[in-house]
């Protein structure tokens, strides 16, 4: 059995043991007792018995007694017992006295025993046991650690962060091979329990303390009263009454964010509300009349000084699986230039990773190892110039099939600087997984984290703007525009029933946008200002039409693995896009021109911007999540 313990199902199974008949090797006291007696054994005043428990590695020893009156029933050493059946004298790792008697230990490979034992008193009993090997394994994916606890001593955890934005209910369960304290303090102790071995709670008749706290900082201290070191296994759960938005600031330079829209799936008003959403399409709208940004720092980003980006971000749920696709134009704005670029992270696990063969695409591949792997589409990315007004939407839409789903990029653009009709659709990015994937927004809540990391990120949907890639902070010396932010339902835009004016997920930040909305979300440089927004009118967007993705083929399983090669190497000069020709930067993507006339302009004649978009996108542009 792995753990995550799921000591819950341990309880279940004690439960069905206290009924289970036992099979003694040996009688050396206990007789059996008549059959219509519901005890099977029985021990004369002053008589003892015992199982004999043999570990072969790291296990959960799940036991029970039933008798008709109160017992002694001991967990022992093989030291202890044979000092105990020689001398009489008792010493143990863990002792009950009770006519009911359920418990379980964790303990290391060795001989063990348990001992009932009825110093005063004839007694008819039942007692059974069961042996289940474990692999504690440090999760990355729940609170869920084995530690060491020193002698006399206590170890601490801080528990993660989101118990500060809301009251949340938590779930403490624990093993430990001798009897330890599990505590909570937050500036002084609001639980202490009895030393345990198991924690067992035998009002709810469940394995674990189930309590119910105010927002603030908590650490689960354990503590060990013996003269010898303590081996625990712990795994809490937290359920917040509602995620906080607010909580990115913990991890955060004061004074930047991204900012733009976004929906957490949170209601602030005058009683916080949450809601759930699973959608397939994701539209992020933008309208712009002026955008210019400066960072004298951008190279310590490997970025331009020029450049900011404009993203739609959402969370992809599939079977337990959480990944993190973003829809990002990264504008150079001295040039007047947008690239059209993608990502994918997996964030199922605080090291969850992706290679070039679970994920694939003609236009990229992966990078980097381990948690920092992620995809992009460094292969084939689009160049194009824009003049003011610079209007479309972003586009996210995910379609499953037998393989796994696949996730398609779009920008919709129809104006730029004159009214035109331009779809691409720039990436299309194949996950080998179960297929059953949708966006996900929940205001009840974060994505899987584990030992790692102090906070998971949320379950939102954000169109914000910041930095131009790398965490940079960017501040905008001009900014006038107008967004919106919609989920798809049968080819209409519907809008989320709450906003807020920043986003989260992202580790783009910026220093001077300000938010408004009058039915339309309106933003412009100017103060920082985080907060709830009113609902938008979507009558007041232009409607969503366009030509949807070429369908993508099945993939041939035998050949997935040699789509892509050198997952880890940076782009070279033969990824980069050609920047001299239209043609050759949608060699590999799918444009369709419905109407007006084309924006990709001739890129040879903005040929003095061809150094630097090259530089950009030979540089691996890496936009994470905001973590510490």
């Known amino acids: 059995m792995s753990c995550s313990i799921k000591l819950n199902k341990l309880f279940l199974l004690s439960l069905m043991l206290v009924s289970v008949i036992p099979i003694f ?41 039933l008798s008709n009156v109160s017992v002694t029933v001991d967990l022992m050493t093989q030291n202890q017992f044979m000092l105990f059946n020689t001398t009489g004298s008792q010493h143990y790792l863990y002792q009950q006295n009770s006519s009911v008697v359920l418990n379980a230990a964790l303990l290391n490979s060795g001989v063990y025993y348990l001992v009932i034992y009825s110093p005063y008193q004839p007694v008819g009993f039942n007692l059974t046991s069961q042996v289940i090997p474990l692999s504690l394994v440090n999760s990355t994916q729940f609170a ?3 530690v060491q606890v020193p002698a006399h001593g206590y170890t601490s955890i801080l528990l993660h962060l989101s118990t500060e934005g809301s009251p949340f209910s938590l779930l403490l369960e624990g093993l430990s091979n001798q009897s330890v304290y599990f ?11 009895t030393p345990v071995t198991a924690t067992l709670n035998f009002t709810s008749l469940t394995f674990g303390y189930n309590l119910h706290l105010s927002p603030g900082v908590y650490y689960l201290n354990i503590t060990n009263p013996h003269s010898s070191t303590a081996t625990a296994f712990f795994y809490y759960k937290i359920t917040p009454s509602y995620v906080n938005p607010y909580l990115t600031d913990l991890t955060r330079v004061p004074g930047q964010l991204p900012m733009g ?14 809601y759930a959403l699973n959608f397939s399409e994701v539209a992020g709208y933008f309208n712009f009349s002026s955008l210019s940004a400066y960072n004298p720092n951008g190279s310590s980003f490997n970025v331009s000084d020029y450049s900011s980006s404009l993203q739609l971000n959402a969370v992809l749920y599939d079977n337990g699986s959480v990944y ?35 994920i694939t695409s003609p236009e990229g591949f992966v990078t980097g190892t381990g948690h920092n792997a992620y995809y992009g589409n460094y292969k084939n990315p689009i160049a194009l110039s824009y003049k003011f007004p610079f209007a479309g939407y972003l586009l996210m839409k995910v379609v499953n099939r037998n393989s796994g789903p696949v996730v398609s990029f779009g920008l919709l653009v129809f104006e730029n600087g004159s009214p035109v009709r331009e779809m691409f659709w720039f990436d299309n990015v194949s996950i080998r997984a179960p297929s059953d994937a949708s966006f996900v ?9 584990g030992i790692f990391y102090p906070l998971g990120s949320f379950y939102d949907a954000e169109l914000v703007l910041g930095g131009g890639a790398n965490g940079e902070n960017t501040n905008f010396t001009s900014l006038k525009g107008e967004l919106g932010l919609f989920y798809v339902k049968g080819g209409n835009l519907v809008a989320f029933p709450s906003y807020y004016t920043f986003g989260a997920d992202t580790a783009e930040s910026t220093s001077n946008v300000h ?8 933003v412009s440089e100017g103060k920082l200002n985080p907060s709830p927004l009113s609902s938008i009118n979507v009558d007041d967007y232009p409607p969503l039409s366009y030509n949807p993705p070429a369908p993508v083929k099945e993939p041939n399983t035998s050949s997935a693995t040699s789509t892509i090669s050198q997952s880890s190497v940076e782009p070279t000069s033969s990824t980069q896009p050609a920047v001299g020709t239209a043609s050759s930067t949608l060699s590999s993507s799918q444009s369709t021109s419905q109407s007006g006339s084309s924006s990709l302009t001739d890129l040879g004649a903005i040929v003095g911007v061809s150094l630097v978009v090259t530089v950009i996108l030979g540089v691996i542009i890496e936009r994470r999540r905001k973590r510490s």
Do not use: C, K
């Open 261 to 274: 829209i976004a929906s957490y799936g949170v209601v602030n008003s005058s009683r916080i509300t949450t």
């Open 324 to 358: 993190w696709p973003q829809d990002v134009l990264m504008f150079i704005t001295n040039y007047s230039v947008v690239i059209l670029h993608d990502n994918v992270f997996n964030m199922t696990t605080d090291n969850a990773t992706l290679t070039n063969s679970s």
């Open 144 to 146: 869920e650690e084995e």
């Open 183 to 193: 505590s909570l303090w937050n500036g002084s102790t609001v639980f202490n329990s």
């Open 441 to 449: 927004v929940n205001g009840t809540e974060y994505t899987p984290a």
């Open 25 to 65: 090797s040996h009688l050396d006291y206990a007789q059996t007792q008549a059959s219509n007696d519901p005890y099977e054994y029985a021990l004369p005043q002053g008589g003892f018995e015992y199982i004999e428990v043999q570990t072969n590695q790291t296990s959960a020893v799940v036991y029970a007694s």
């Open 515 to 522: 938010v408004t909305d009058n039915g339309v979300v309106y």
